[in-house]
């Protein structure tokens, strides 16, 4: 079973950079994609970045040329590198990855418990 733990959110100004990392355990030779979501209050869940088993990477449209997604499967953990943040990109951000099962042919969706981001104006 993979488990998922985000870290690195917090307060940041307008302007300003923050560096997610979420960090993998478990049957960590199953994960196929990884990604990060966010979800403001009183909104729906969105995509932030993606990156496949096979290193393609997708960015939402709010986020391209400022967010960056990496994977590091030495050290087991994904990061978002934030610049540029803006008051609309707070939001509690979530760590997803997708493990594939073979034996029943299902891919599970496995989330961490999110970090909160806040830019202040």
């Known amino acids: 079973q993979v488990r998922l733990v985000e870290s690195g959110g917090g307060l940041v100004q307008a302007g300003g950079s923050l560096n997610l990392s979420c960090a993998a355990s478990?049957?960590?030779?199953?994960?196929?994609?990884m990604a990060w979501y966010r979800q403001a209050p009183g909104k729906q869940r969105e995509l932030v970045a993606r990156?496949?088993?096979?290193?393609?990477?997708n960015y939402a449209d709010s986020v391209m040329g400022r967010f960056t997604i990496s994977r590091d499967n030495v050290k087991n953990t994904v990061y978002l590198q934030m610049n540029s943040l803006k008051p609309e990109d707070t939001a509690v951000y979530y760590c997803?990855?997708?493990?594939?099962?073979?034996?029943?042919?299902?891919?599970?969706?496995?989330w961490g418990r999110g970090t909160r981001v806040t830019v202040s104006s």
């Open positions: 997803n990855a997708e493990e594939m099962i073979t034996t029943i042919h299902k891919i599970l969706q496995v």
């Open positions: 990156v496949s088993s096979s290193d393609d990477i």
């Open positions: 478990g049957s960590i030779l199953s994960i196929k994609a």
